[in-house]
């Protein structure tokens, strides 16, 4: 009986969780060739689940780059909103 239980709270969490409009992420530039971006939640995006903007239309993209991105439509689109600048660590310098 528990195991229906937690079948049920766990489909109510993943069904709130694809009805949230949007939510923000970031992601890494894996591979540059054709644009493929790894969220935080180690989903892979290639450039058709990307909406981007004109800003970042001509860009070339390299691997490594962080990005700020806006989830729509449960996850279906993302929209690049901007590319993250971090600090070198102490280390790297």
């Known amino acids: 009986m528990n195991d229906i239980g937690d079948i049920v709270k766990m489909l109510a969490r993943e069904t709130v969780e694809e009805t949230k409009p949007v939510s923000v992420v970031t992601g ?3 591979e540059d060739d054709e644009l493929v971006v790894e969220t935080e939640q180690k989903l892979q995006l290639t450039r058709s689940f990307l909406i981007i903007g ?3 239309e001509q860009k070339i993209w390299n691997k490594g780059d962080r ?3 806006l989830r729509c439509d449960g996850g279906q689109k993302y929209v690049v ?3 993250l600048h971090e600090e070198k660590r102490e280390e790297e310098e």
């Open 67 to 69: 990005l700020l991105l």
């Open 54 to 56: 004109k800003l970042f």
């Open 81 to 83: 909103l901007d590319i």
């Open 28 to 30: 890494e530039v894996i």
